[in-house]
């Protein structure tokens, strides 16, 4: 596992759109790992939302492009901690 494999995860899912078809009936953080584990690669949630985090470190205002609303809206990390 690595942040290397979630940094070229989020960048792969930025340029190839198609890629997030493959979530739409993810579940859950272990469902999310396993679909990107079918794809090629590794990394805990934790490791993910580090990386998205240093992404976001001075934002101010949520884009309405990009990843970051499908990030929001995928169920890759359990929110109920």
Do not use: C
Not at 1 to 22: C, G, I, T, W, Y
């Amino acid at each position: 596992m690595s942040k290397e494999s979630a940094e070229q995860f989020l960048e792969d899912v930025l340029h190839r759109p198609e890629m997030r078809d493959n979530f739409t009936e993810v579940q859950n953080p272990e469902e999310f790992l396993k679909v990107a584990r079918q794809l090629g690669y590794d990394f805990s949630t934790s490791e993910l939302e580090a990386v998205a985090r240093e992404h976001s470190q001075g934002v101010t205002m949520r884009r309405h492009t990009g990843i970051w609303p499908w990030l929001r809206s995928v169920k890759w990390i359990d929110r109920s901690r």
